[in-house]
């Protein structure tokens, strides 16, 4: 055809009326890789529609069908997972080891989102009245967890099928229908995510994919009157989405500036480990990345040391290649990254190595002696560079995470353990590691961002119950 990969609905694949196409730019080449449809209003009211419609009958389909139809998804992502992977290498410049385990990681998230649901939604509760003061044994309580209806579910760039699956999963086994909007950066690789349920053989109409900028088809997806909840992964576009959602359930994940806190009885070289994977996988570009190190400065010279060391072996180049640090994403994403370098160079931050940039790729960077003054010190580069501020007591490193304005993860380094959970209570994030980097995975933990970094919990149980609502049928005995 005319190159233009079709979006899906009706459980068909198809072109917009619009005749427009949306370019996805491989980040390393910078040149057009895909492109995909530019889906118009009347096509997302039609497959609202048919969002609506299928939903009804979805929710009255026996439980353990739902799930055999999720384990035939899961099964094909992985035997799809060398597509998939190729679409993401070319997409979003994932190194092509962490492609492949993207896809796979997301089979293994339907399978478990599957038993979870027959589990959790295959149980209620029952209730009697005289267990109130005042009552009689004269009324039975039933409760049991009904879908919400059509899920509007938008992933980011970063984990495109995973972040993906994530939502669509939890959705389907609690009778939800779905309507994806995937990041353009990513949108091919959603597509062949999107293929492997198609071939699985869910209901038509029950699942489409809908295609085109979010800053174009974005607000009417997310204030679309038949949507009954949204569940949103990205940057603050979530907050304006919020504002202008109506009375529907959000579930957001949103940005983050993890704190990693080092003591000086920490494991300095576990702790060097974790600060170069948790602050440069990916190149930086994960929510649970870590964006700040607070060290003390008693042990502060000897850490930086090790972490320079480490960086040092990082290899830098094509995701193709597997190397360690690959292009962002974005040109933009580049420039914005950029800009929080120069602005610590010219505040007097210490650059551990040579700031280098070669188009979208950036060598890996590692600025000492950064102060708050800074925007490194706050702001999310999403990108190869990692901030250190050193301090001279625990409670400043607490301070300073405290009063970021995220709240998704953090670590603490340290060997007493006791001391670890005080530190741990007293951060305000949604979750902190003790002794490793910050992670969303295992994919059944509970992940939750406090503040601007989300509303709700994820997580595969905590998404399926927040897709759900409870629905209580009362007997009343005469
Ligand atoms: P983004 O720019 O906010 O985009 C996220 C998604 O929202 C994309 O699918 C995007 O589509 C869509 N979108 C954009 N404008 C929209 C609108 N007005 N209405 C509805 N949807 C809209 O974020 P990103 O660049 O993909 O990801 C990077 C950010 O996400 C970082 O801040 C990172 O911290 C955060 N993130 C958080 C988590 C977490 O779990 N907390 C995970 C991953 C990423 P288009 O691509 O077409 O614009
Ligand atoms: O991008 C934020 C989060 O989804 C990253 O997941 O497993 O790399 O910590 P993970």
């Known amino acids: 055809g005319d190159g233009v990969f079709k979006y899906y609905s009706s459980g068909e694949w198809k072109k917009s009326s619009s005749g427009k ?11 057009p890789h895909f492109k995909v449809q530019a889906c118009t209003q009347e096509e997302v009211n039609k497959l609202m529609e048919e969002a609506k419609t299928t939903q009804k009958s979805w929710a009255k389909t026996p439980l353990w069908k739902r799930a055999e139809l999720l384990h035939k998804a899961a099964a094909l992502l992985k035997e799809h997972k060398v597509p998939i992977a190729e679409c ?10 962490d492609a492949a385990t993207e896809a ?30 005042g009552n ?14 059509v899920i509007l579910a938008i992933p980011p760039f970063n984990y495109p099928v995973n972040l993906a699956v994530s939502k669509i999963a939890p959705a389907l086994i609690a009778g939800n229908s779905i309507v994806l909007k995937p990041p353009t950066q990513g949108a091919v690789a959603a597509l062949h995510m999107v293929h492997c349920f198609h071939l ?45 959602a109506g009375m529907i359930p959000l579930q957001m994940e949103l940005g983050g500036k993890d704190a990693c806190i080092i003591l000086d009885d920490a494991d300095l070289d576990l702790a060097a ?75 007097g931050a210490t650059f551990c190595q040579e700031y280098r940039r070669e188009g979208n790729l950036i060598w890996p960077l590692l600025l000492d002696n950064v102060r708050p003054d800074m ?20 409670e400043e490193g607490i301070h300073h995470c405290n009063a970021s304005n995220f709240g998704l993860q953090g670590c603490v380094f340290t060997r007493d353990i006791s001391k670890a959970i005080l530190i741990s209570d007293a951060m305000e994030t949604g979750t902190v590691q003790i002794n490793s980097a910050p992670a969303r995975g295992p994919d059944h933990f509970p992940f939750q961002g406090l503040k601007d970094s989300g509303i709700g919990s994820q997580g595969i149980t905590n998404s399926i119950n927040m897709m759900t609502k409870i629905k209580t049928t009362v007997i009343n005995l005469p």
């Open 136 to 149: 009689e044994r004269t009324k039975y309580c039933l409760t049991a967890k009904i879908p919400l209806g």
């Open 375 to 394: 925007r490194i010190a706050w702001e999310e580069p999403f990108g190869p560079v990692l901030p250190v501020i050193r301090i001279t007591s625990v």
């Open 273 to 347: 480990a974790n600060i170069v994977k948790g602050g440069f996988s990916y190149s930086g570009q994960r929510c649970t990345a870590v964006k700040v190190v607070l060290v003390m400065e008693s042990v502060a010279n000897a850490l930086v040391e090790k972490v320079k060391a480490k960086v040092a072996k990082l290899t830098v180049g094509l995701p193709e290649d597997d190397s360690d640090i690959t292009p962002v994403v974005t040109e933009s994403s580049a420039n914005f990254i950029e800009g929080l370098v120069v602005d610590a160079k010219q505040k």
């Open 200 to 244: 699985a053989g869910f209901p038509k109409g029950l699942i489409s994919c809908v295609t085109g900028r979010g800053s174009e088809i974005g607000d009417f997806l997310t204030m679309h009157p038949m949507v009954n909840c949204i569940s949103f992964t990205g940057g603050d576009t979530g907050i304006a989405i919020a504002m202008k």
């Open 21 to 31: 196409s949306v370019p996805i730019i491989n980040p390393t080449t910078r040149q």
């Open 88 to 97: 993401l290498v070319k997409e979003i410049a994932k190194p092509a080891k």
């Open 104 to 133: 796979v990681r997301s089979g293994d998230l339907v399978s478990y989102c599957a038993e979870e649901g027959v589990r959790i939604l295959g149980e209620g509760k029952f209730l009697v009245s005289d267990s109130f003061p």
